[in-house]
């Protein structure tokens, strides 16, 4: 029993030491081209603490991807910028306020700075990418962690987040182990993992009541509701990576509970008005 147990325990390690240290290519977002969007960042993390989040790009571990760059969002447990929510729109001093480091989030997520902005006509985009859970032991088992995965909110670049919030909101979250989007379980627990996944969100963005949202999983239309408002405020933002926080899914969080370390991988990822014209178009798939 002994014998079997050292094995098991080497043999975990040997995997997670196969996908951590892997090829490492960046830890610049904006290595990576993604349409329509001109720029990103690191969200919530202030400059200064930019060298201590846990965002690499990194040559395909997997031997799968359609791409040979991938992207490693890997938030170690306790990890925290101090940027604070909004602080900006807000005009609230930087590091003060709410912040993930005083709110018990885990956040690693690639943001837009907007590139959406949204005017009196309706506007339509397109937005896909691939996406890839490790199987390996221990990641995203823990039933209190359940992150976002992408998120597109709306906000004012002047007047505050406290006027009307950002609503409305489409997300996607990985949720009792499966994938959710719009109420929607669209993969299952049991194709969750090990698997590239693609996903793509064709969203016509107005402030009339003729929006809609689409999501295509894995090329089959998954989400499709139309006829309502999709925009309320002036610009849309766009983040994707990993977001926990203990307010999502009204859990009750054992007292001094923190979001373990995890991974996740995205690859493709971009943004723009056509289909044919995402990059997760442009390659075969797999």
Known sequence: MKKLVTF?????????INFVFADIVSKDPNYLKR???????????????????NYTIIKDPTGTSPFKLIEN???????????????????VKIGTGTTDCNSNRLRLEVASSGDIRIGKKAKEIWVGYYFYVPNIPGNLEDKFLQPYITQFYSINRKGGQTVGGYAPQFSASIYNGK??????????????????HKVEFNIRYSKKYDGFIKV???NELKVNRSGFKTASHDYVDIKYG??????????MYPEGYQFPSHTIYFAG???????KKLLVSKIQQI
């Open 8 to 16: 098991y325990i080497n043999a975990t390690f040997f995997m997670m």
């Open 35 to 53: 349409g329509k969007i001109d720029k990103v960042h690191i969200a919530n993390y202030l400059k200064k603490e930019l060298g201590k989040h």
């Open 73 to 91: 969002f890997s938030p170690r447990k306790g990890d925290c910028g101090t940027a604070g929510h909004f602080w900006r729109e807000n005009n």
């Open 179 to 196: 994938l959710s989007i719009e109420g929607n379980h669209v993969i299952d627990e049991k194709n969750l993992k090990g698997k590239w």
């Open 216 to 218: 295509y999983i894995n």
């Open 242 to 251: 990993t977001y926990s926080h203990p307010e999502y899914g009204g859990a």
């Open 269 to 275: 990822f971009s943004l723009s008005n056509e289909r």
